[in-house]
């Protein structure tokens, strides 16, 4: 039987019901996820993450947010593990119940474990960045238990406190289950009456000199998931110890902010924008309109078109505003990190392309 979110496409919304809701910190609650109709869910990639939809009061509009999937693909549901913050986190937290139906898409992003090779991954989370990181350990775990062999894993895990921090209780178990092969190392900022060595291994932030502690002298690849200034700080220390930019994977679950270190970068550089009017026509909407250099994103002129494109962060780090471009070139005035393909634009962060001459002509978005 094909899934609910197998059998949807990327854009289309399809109703799960909150099975479970688990307290797992002082700040982050846990909601189990399984599909309204019954059918089974599509396993996911270890890190993965799942555009959701809330439904407002009134005439709103509906809010549109990203969590990661914090269970590996073989979990019986899915999972995902919310600290509250803002509006859409303090609804799932105060608002929703168990029983209640939110609305998902397919899940997306690129950042995924590799299970195959034999060097370690040395996973680095801060706060609730720690659930892709569970997802990909426990499919590192999961896989061992079916294949015999298992990679390495070192997990940092940074939390403020041992009240804010959450999934001790399934952290150990995974420890246990490795038999060995993950090593975890738990840093408290603030110990309180923590005990060392039962409730934490190290006091302060992560350090060079906690590298050089955990790690041998072999390859490793390393995996960043924490609030922006962390993951820039832990960046720039194994970079100055001579790692290379391509074994550091990041995902950011905001704005993306890490100044990476590329020599001799072979990445395409960015099209300038348009630097005269450019036409653009929302296709599916049967809408057009004029952008002018200095107005703004491509998303900020549907809006003032009077169209209402689904968005969430307004920052090119969730996708839910990726629309097909059908014709004509894009950039982006801001560095992304949503996933998007050759054909498709992030309108909260792209504005037309200027062509050839220094000017565009036209840019057609299948705009739903
Ligand atoms: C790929 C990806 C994966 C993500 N995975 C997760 C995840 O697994 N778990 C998770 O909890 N979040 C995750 N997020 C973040 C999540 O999508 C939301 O951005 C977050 O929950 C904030 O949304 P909000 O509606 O509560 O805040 P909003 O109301 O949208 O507030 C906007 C921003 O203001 C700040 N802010 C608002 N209120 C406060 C406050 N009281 N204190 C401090 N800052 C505040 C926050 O930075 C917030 O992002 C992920 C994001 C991305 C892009
Ligand atoms: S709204 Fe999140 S990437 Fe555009």
Redesign the pocket.
Known sequence: MSSPIASSGPSEWRKFRIARIARESAV?KSFYLEAADGAPTAPHKAGQ?LPIRLEQRGDQPA?L????I?VAPSAPQLR?????????????HDDVAEGDLIECRVPG?D?VIDTAPAHPAVMVAAG??I??ILAMISHLVEESERTGAMRPVIVFYAARNTSERGFDDELSRLAERSKGRMTLVRLLKDIGDAVLGREYEEHGVLSAEMFRKYLGFQRHDFYLCGPPGYMQSVYDILIDHGVADHAIFA????ALSLKRQVANSVAEPLALPATEPVDVVFDAAGTRSTWSPGAGSLLELAEGAGLSPEF??R?G???ACKVPLLSGAVTYFRET??ACGPNEVLICSAVPAAGAEGSAHQVVLALR
């Open positions: 982050i993450h809010l947010r990203t969590y990661t914090s995902i593990s919310v600290r509250k913050l803002g509006v859409g986190s303090g609804q799932l992003g950042f609730v960045g659930t892709p995902e950011a679950f905001g969430g962060c920052e780090a969730c996708g990190s949503a």
